[in-house]
């Protein structure tokens, strides 16, 4: 089986066939795409459709692993922040 490898970025509708990205893509190979197309009037999507969209991708299943939780509450200082 093969792997599969997931690239998230954000982009536009150029015409019905195009679509230009924020970061290189590769060329000539076939994709699987997904297209979130903002609820609103804006071009941008809301930021808690943006965390919708992160909890759901399989991208992120490797943190359920329990092998990643490497840092403890008792890791790291304090930060203090100026008022």
Do not use: C
Not at 19 to 32: D, M
Not at 45 to 61: G, L, R, V
């Amino acid at each position: 089986m093969k792997e599969t490898r997931a690239i998230e970025t954000t982009g536009r509708v150029i015409d019905a066939r195009h679509i230009e990205t924020t970061i290189p893509v590769p060329v000539g190979q076939r994709v699987r795409l997904v297209i979130f197309l903002p609820s609103g009037a804006d071009d941008e999507m809301a930021e808690s459709e943006w965390m919708e969209s992160a909890t759901k991708n399989p991208i992120f299943d490797f943190l359920a692993n329990p092998a990643e939780d490497i840092y403890t509450m008792d890791d790291g200082e304090p930060v203090e922040l100026e008022k």
